[in-house]
Every structure is written in C-alpha cells, then in structure tokens.
C-alpha cells in the first residue's frame, strides 16, 4: 500500500539535507531499522505486535517485528531546531505503511527550559521516544502486555521540558498538549482531544526512575460494528423503555469518553546488570477500558552477550455490572422478552470478551553486539492468553499457550 507515500517518507530525510548542502553543518541525517523473522507452534491464531490486524503463525514472517525509520535535525541557529522522522511498519492496516512519526520545531528558551511545537512522539511509556528503535532497547520488542494499552504513538500540539541538575542527579519534567488520531485494526479511528501528557523522570548513574500520566476524551469512529451493536441497544431501549438497555448502549460507544493512562518505571544498567520494569493502569469508561499491566526484564552481560528473562502481564478485569434485565414489565410487546434475554446474552458476551483479553508472556533471549551499530536478537516467548489474549484472528478452537520465536538484525546508522 502507499507505495508512493513510503517513497516520499524514506526520501524526506535526504530532501532535506539536500536543500541545505550548503551548510551540511547544521543537518544530521540519522536512522534505524530492524530486520526480523518471527513464527509461532499455533496455527488456530496469529501473533501480532500491539495494533496489527495479522501477525505470524508456523510460517515465519517478516511483518510482525520489521521496521525501518529516518531522521533529519536541522539547526536552525543556536536555539532553534527542527525535526522530521518517517517510520516504515505494519501498524493498524495489513500491509506496510509509512507515516509521520515526528515534525516538530524546538526552540531552547534557557540551558534547562526548550518548547516544541508540531507532531511529537506520545510519553505514554518509559521507552516512548525509542520504542521503535529495537537497537536501544534489550528485548527483541516491548513486551504488548503493557504498550498494547495505549494505540497512539505521536500527538499534534506542544510541550515544554524544563531539565536540571542535583548533585549527580538529573531532573526532567515534561507536559505536553494536543490531539491525536490514530488507525486502528478494523478500519476505526481513535480520536483522541483535549489530550494532556505529563512525564517526570529523576536520573542517576546507571538509575532512571519514571512516572507519566496521560488524559484524553477518546472517541471511536468509522467502526461499523461497534456502531450498530450501541444502535440496537439504544432502539431496543426507547421502543422497549427500559432504560438499562440503553445505559448499556451508551456504554458500548460513547463519544469522547475519558481515558487515562498512569505508568511508573525503573530501569538498570550497573556493573554489567541490566534490569527493567514498568507498571502501568489504563482507565477507560467503556466495557473494556481498565487494565493493570506490568512486566520485569533482568539480564547480565557477558561481553558482546547479553541473556535476558522477562515476565509480562495484562490483567482485564471487565468491571462492569450487566443491568441489562431478564425479563420485561408488564404490558410490553410479546416480543420484548426473546430481545432483552438475547441483549442480556450480548452483554455477557461482551464481558466475557473482555476478560478474555487478559495474557501474562515468559520470555528468554539473547542480544549479541556484533557490530557497534548493529546487534543481533534471539527471543522465545511464552504466551499465555485466558481466552484470545493479544492474538489476532482466533478460531473456535484456538487456546494457549504459544510458543513465539524471532530473530531480529537490529541497526542504527
């Protein structure tokens, strides 16, 4: 797909350094990639990475951990700076795509205090501006337990970051506003408004101690079956007048519902131990909005060699009440009884639906530094969904736990 539009991404970079070869100085022209191979021992379901329609089953693919990114940073002058990056991957539509991951302008106010302005990475997460970028990080991709609660990657609007210095300890504080619109699988959007980020981090040493809070009205739009299941709840609710049912419709699609996502993290890297974790709650006001997620990575480098554990977890509690009533009052159309029970039947459905998202993932692997800008990834994962969990396109018959296996080439350049 958009064969041209990945054209015009991957060439944005040299375009720009083109238009200012006469003073190269100022552009730098960065990039990134991974190149990986991923299949599974189950062929009932498909192994995705958060927001991907298909994935791998036995037959390994290329699609579910590949990706390629580009860079440009042109300095303007001494305090302002501006900044393009394009991704190449396979997020919220099944074939590969490019987009925008970042366009923003900074201007340096102070040594401790720079703005931006434009379309900036999201800091939902503790590895938000490097989540793509399978290089920095340890395993092979961020465990889905925990990223695949929050679908937006970059916001339009503004943020300011204020930096400073104690003792050994560096401070951080950022606070972004905006909007942002994302494709998710299916087709539907994530309409995110009013959307605020806050990402307070403390470093020191081989220590980062992180804490984000992220706020939006979210709305779902262009999702067909979502909108006709809240359609019948609603109708069946005024032709039936049993509130319940359309309470219940309201709860399925509602516009501009409030979400929040609140992370906290810690990260490790000290006389060759390396250690990770993040634990993160997601609020939304729909019958499958809250989770509880977290996950722990430990590892110890040998040299070149770095052997790493982790173990992640969802939890999708599906805490809400089925009010939809068994049976109708007195008086209403023969029909009404078959309907409720089957509407009754719907919301339960749904719950079960919702709790069948939940999963918890071992995983071992291996990250050999073969090259000083390249490394080379082995991961096997445990998968353990309660019911469909994360995979994608179940049969009837589908159930864990799977086996997952990749091996990943990742560079910077």
């Not at 980062?208 to 709305?219: D, N, P, Q, V």
């Amino acid at each position: 797909m958009k064969n041209s539009l990945v054209a015009t991404m991957l060439a944005l970079p040299l375009a720009v350094s083109t238009a200012y070869a006469q003073d190269t100085s100022a552009v730098r022209i960065s990039g990134f990639g991974t190149g990986a191979l991923t299949w599974t021992n189950n062929d009932d379901a498909q192994f995705v990475r958060p927001n991907q329609p298909s994935g791998a089953k036995r037959n390994p693919v290329t699609s579910v951990d590949s990706n390629l990114g580009l860079q440009a940073d042109y300095s303007v002058n001494s305090w302002l700076s501006v900044t393009g990056q394009g991704l190449v991957r396979k997020d919220g539509e099944d074939d590969y795509g490019a987009e925008l991951s970042w366009a923003f302008a900074k201007a340096k106010l102070s040594d401790n205090l720079s703005v931006r302005v434009g379309r900036m990475g999201l800091p939902a997460f503790m590895i938000s501006d490097y989540r793509n970028v399978g290089y920095a990080n340890t395993f092979l991709r961020p465990p889905s337990e925990v990223y695949s609660q929050v679908p937006i990657n970059s916001f339009d609007g503004a943020d300011i970051t204020w930096q400073q210095e104690f003792a050994d300890t560096t401070f951080t504080a950022q606070f972004g506003l905006g909007h942002s619109k994302t494709t998710l699988t299916g087709g539907a959007d994530a309409d995110a408004t009013g959307l605020k980020a806050l990402n307070l981090s403390a470093e020191h040493g081989p220590f980062t101690l992180r804490f984000g809070r992220t706020e939006a009205k979210i709305t779902v739009e262009n999702s067909a079956s979502l909108i006709n299941l809240a359609s019948t709840f609603t109708k069946a609710g005024a032709a039936l007048r049993i509130p319940q049912l359309t309470d219940m419709g309201n709860l399925i699609n509602k516009p501009k519902e409030k979400g929040s996502f609140t992370s906290i993290g810690l990260s490790m890297d000290w006389n060759n131990v390396v250690a990770q974790t993040e634990y993160a709650k997601r609020k939304l006001e729909t019958y499958s909005g809250n989770t509880n997620s977290w996950y722990a990575l430990a590892g110890y480098r040998f040299g070149k060699f770095l052997p790493y554990y982790s173990h992640a977890k969802l939890s999708v509690p599906a805490d809400f009440t089925n009010t939809v009533p068994t049976s109708c009052p007195a008086g209403s159309p023969a029909a009404c009884g078959a309907t409720v029970r089957t509407l009754y039947g719907t919301v339960e459905s749904l719950r079960n639906s919702a709790q069948g998202g939940s999963q918890s993932t071992d995983s071992i692997g291996v990250r050999w530094d073969f090259m000083s800008s390249a490394d080379i990834k082995f991961q096997l994962d445990r998968v353990k969904p309660q019911g469909k969990g994360l995979f994608a396109q179940p049969t009837a018959t589908f159930h864990g736990p799977v086996t997952v296996g990749a091996i990943a080439v990742d560079f910077v350049f």
